[in-house]
């Protein structure tokens, strides 16, 4: 789903994930949770920087049912991510170049010595 949204700048529900064939990763990852909890919601929103994705952003609800994930995500809930997920956008991209250039002064100054 991640790779999907990236790859198509395509924000997406999916409040029957348990039914959906994926790699189970992340179902894995307890986080002091029950063992055998399984994602029943998902939704994912690319992060983009000028028109490109460098990222995804992506909120689950996991449990041993699909009563114990919780309701499901509405558009509501999607329109948030998108909005979530266009100020990492414009975070990154007012970041990245201080980041860039002192990496590449670091870099340099240590090919230098």
Same mark, same amino acid.
């Given at each position: 789903?991640? !790779?999907?949204?990236?790859?198509? *700048? ?11 064939? #994926? ?10 949770? =029950?063992?055998?909890? $399984? ?5 994912? !929103? =690319? ?5 490109? !994705?460098?990222?995804?952003? $992506?909120?689950?609800?996991? /449990? ?5 994930? /919780?309701?499901?995500?509405? =558009?509501?809930?999607?329109?948030? *991510?998108?909005? *979530? ?10 970041? $990245? ?7 590449? $002064?670091? #870099? #340099? ?5």
């Amino acid at each position: 789903m991640a !790779a999907r949204t990236a790859r198509d *700048l395509r924000p997406e529900i999916n409040n029957s994930f348990n039914r959906t064939p #994926h790699v189970t990763v992340f179902e894995g990852v307890s986080l002091e949770r =029950p063992l055998g909890e $399984q994602i029943f919601r998902i939704m994912s !929103a =690319p992060i983009v920087d000028e028109g490109k !994705a460098i990222g995804v952003v $992506q909120i689950s609800r996991k /449990g041993l049912s699909a009563k114990e994930a /919780g309701d499901n995500f509405s =558009p509501g809930d999607l329109h948030a *991510l998108i909005t *979530l997920g266009l100020a990492l956008g414009r975070i990154v991209m007012v970041w $990245q170049g201080p980041i860039d250039n002192a990496y590449r $002064q670091n #870099h #340099h100054e240590m090919e230098c010595r």
